[in-house]
């Protein structure tokens, strides 16, 4: 059995266990999100996951330009 399919089923045991024990039943309720949301503190966390979330986008876009740039410098040598 090669690498890969070895590391496919892995990865797949994984996701199913760990989705399996993350799993919450529709009765559970979520008391730290439901105090966030009374509190308004809720927008403090989704504006944090954004900057972050957009500060990866944009470091990115600036490391494909740059790989894009020594490409072209290598290409044309």
Same mark, same amino acid.
């Given at each position: ?23 919450? %039943? ?9 105090? $966030? +949301?009374? !509190?308004? @503190? =809720?927008?403090? /966390?989704?504006?944090?996951? %954004? ?9 990115? $876009? +600036?490391? !494909?330009? @740059? =790989?894009?740039? /020594? ?7």
């Amino acid at each position: 059995m090669n690498t890969l399919k070895k590391i496919s089923l892995l990865c797949l045991f994984l996701l199913t266990t760990v989705t399996n024990l993350l799993a919450q %039943t529709a009765g559970d309720q979520v008391e730290m999100a439901d105090k $966030l +949301r009374a !509190d308004g @503190k =809720i927008w403090v /966390v989704v504006a944090v996951v %954004t900057v972050v979330f957009l500060g990866i986008v944009i470091n990115m $876009l +600036r490391l !494909d330009s @740059k =790989i894009t740039k /020594v490409e072209k410098e290598l290409n044309i040598k």
